[in-house]
């Protein structure tokens, strides 16, 4: 198995399942990953995702094994494959944490960051590993990196190919935080439960507002953001948030979109 699903109360836990390979990145994972990335949207009762891997590394990117000698048309096809993972995980209707547990390199470090919120362990580092075999960033590097670090630092990663370690990263706004190594997966879980207890519906209008802002300019993004807040503002989150705040009690949100 590619990746390991398991149901967890309020969220789908999804582990990279290839640790003999630092889980590298086939088409299978992708496949597999795809599948459970729909299987927890359809599902009402998931309201966040957690990915993480099994073993020492996180994912060490493209399995090389799977494309040596493969011709340039191949290598552009098994990018049409990926690519539909990357603008799933990115445009996800539902928060999702990435909790990297080891060195994350090539494909493997943008896939985490295609995810909105990422921690990463101390001993972790981000490898922008492409140009050490004659390739360009992809799995949305290009794009992710400029916004996350800057122009500078963005090129620096991707042309030197050397480890970011997870400090740093945090440091530089790359990740949300770096934490101990045995703190991982608790800091991970209780994030993912936090945001699984949330308005979902909210969550999911504040990624497209994030999103559009990308390319809008301030007079068009605040005619999205108004629309986005009257759609937010329908939510029956939204009235049990203002309710609770009056009342002096924690809210209790359902996700609910209606
Ligand atoms: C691996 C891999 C790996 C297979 C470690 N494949 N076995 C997408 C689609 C289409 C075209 C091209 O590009 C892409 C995007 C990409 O992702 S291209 C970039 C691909 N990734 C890389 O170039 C990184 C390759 N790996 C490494 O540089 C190192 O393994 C890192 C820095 C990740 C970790 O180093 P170490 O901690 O020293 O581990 P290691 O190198 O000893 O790896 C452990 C095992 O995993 C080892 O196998 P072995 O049988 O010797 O124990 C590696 O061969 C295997 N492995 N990465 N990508």
């Known amino acids: 198995m590619p990746i390991l699903v398991e149901t967890r109360p309020g969220y789908r836990l999804i582990t990279l399942n290839r640790p003999e390979r630092l889980n590298a990145l086939t088409v ?14 359809a599902h009402p009762d998931c309201r966040a995702v957690l990915l993480t891997a099994a073993g020492r590394g996180f994912c060490a990117g493209q399995d090389l094994t799977a494309i040596v000698d493969a011709a340039p048309a191949e290598i552009g096809d098994l990018l049409d494959h990926y690519n539909p993972l990357i603008r799933k995980l990115h445009a996800l209707p539902l928060p999702i ?7 994350a390199a090539g494909a493997g470090a ?3 960051l295609a995810c909105d ?7 972790a580092s981000f490898v922008q590993a492409f140009a050490r075999i004659g390739l360009i960033p992809d799995c ?23 480890p970011l370690p997870a400090a740093t990263a945090a440091e530089w706004g790359m990740i949300w935080q770096a934490v101990p190594d045995d703190r991982l997966m608790t800091e991970a879980q209780a994030l993912t439960k936090r945001l699984a207890a949330g308005p979902t519906a909210a969550f999911a209008l ?9 390319s809008n300019d301030l007079d068009a993004q605040l005619d ?16 049990e948030g203002v309710r609770a705040f009056l009342d002096k009690r924690p809210s209790a949100f359902t996700g609910r979109k209606s």
């Open 28 to 41: 299978e994972m992708a496949d597999a990953l795809m599948a459970a990335l729909d299987e927890a949207v």
């Open 97 to 103: 944490v990435c909790a990297v547990n080891g060195v």
């Open 110 to 112: 943008n896939l985490a």
């Open 117 to 123: 919120i990422v921690l990463a362990a101390q001993s």
């Open 140 to 162: 949305g590097g290009t794009w992710f990196l400029p916004r996350l670090v800057g122009q500078a630092k963005a090129r620096a990663l991707a042309m030197l190919a050397e």
């Open 206 to 214: 504040i990624k497209r507002a994030f999103d559009a802002a990308e």
């Open 224 to 239: 999205i953001e108004r629309d986005l807040q009257v759609a937010a503002s329908g939510t029956p989150d939204h009235a």
